[in-house]
């Protein structure tokens, strides 16, 4: 496999997660224009969410490891398999995505460019939802490398389509997507008063899975 440097992995990033963000805010716009049916809105938010990730991680994992989350970028920081100071740079560049993915979304569905939401996402529960959704993602991704890495960007979609259904927040899982949906008053928005008690749920529970994960995947020593 060819080596990538660094720019390239960055712009990767950037690129992967502006797709993303594009695709779980338009696809939201646009259920909202065909149905007022909320369940349908979710399925049809959920369904593009799950696909998109398959097509990226595959065609970008190559390059930059399609982590397209700050969460996951610090989990393989902490591992030590991405430098501190690359690290860095790739949150900073999923923050600049998600947000330039925010824009692109609203200028096909003729939007303001940026328009704070008013979704209101807090509470216990809420942010429980986002530690769990984030655990489970951290964990399919630890358990997926570790067992058939050819299957990661299909479990990971197929994960995240479940957790849009089985979590109360959806599953945002992700701080910088999340940075991003605060942007946007359409149905994937969060209000930005929300927004540091996702994050930090998000955060707290990736690194719970690390620490799971850790142990769970750690081979017995032989005998």
């Known amino acids: 496999m060819p080596e990538y440097g660094g720019p390239r992995r960055v712009v990767a990033e950037a690129l992967g997660t502006a797709l993303l963000v594009a695709t779980v805010v338009g696809s939201g716009i646009m259920a909202e224009t065909l149905t007022r049916d909320t369940a349908v809105v979710l399925l049809a938010n959920a369904l593009p969410t799950g696909a998109i990730l398959v097509v990226l991680i595959t065609i970008l994992g190559p390059i930059s490891g399609a982590h397209f989350n700050p969460a996951v970028t610090l989990v393989f ?6 430098p501190a100071s690359m690290a860095v740079v790739y949150v900073a560049a999923q923050l600049a995505g998600g947000l330039l993915g925010t824009i692109v979304a609203h200028m096909m569905f003729e939007r303001a460019l940026l328009e704070p939401s ?5 509470g216990a529960s809420q942010w429980f939802s986002e530690g769990v959704a984030t655990f489970g993602l951290v964990a399919v991704i630890l358990a997926g ?11 990971v979609g197929l994960y995240i389509m479940a957790a849009y259904w089985f979590t109360a927040s959806t599953s945002f899982a ?5 940075v991003a949906r605060s942007l946007t008053d359409s149905f994937s928005g969060i209000r930005p ?3 540091p008690g996702f994050v930090a749920a998000e955060l707290i529970g990736a690194f719970v899975a690390l620490a799971a994960m850790r142990w769970l995947l750690r081979e017995a020593p032989e005998t």
Do not use: K, M
């Not at 920081?77 to 991405?82: G, H, I, T």
């Not at 490398?145 to 479990?155: G, I, Q, Y």
């Open 174 to 178: 992700n701080p910088a997507v999340a």
């Open 145 to 155: 490398l570790r067992f058939e890495r050819t299957a990661v960007a299909w479990l």
């Open 77 to 82: 920081a902490a591992l030590r398999q991405l």
């Open 118 to 122: 008013g979704h209101v996402r807090t």
């Open 193 to 195: 008063l929300d927004l």
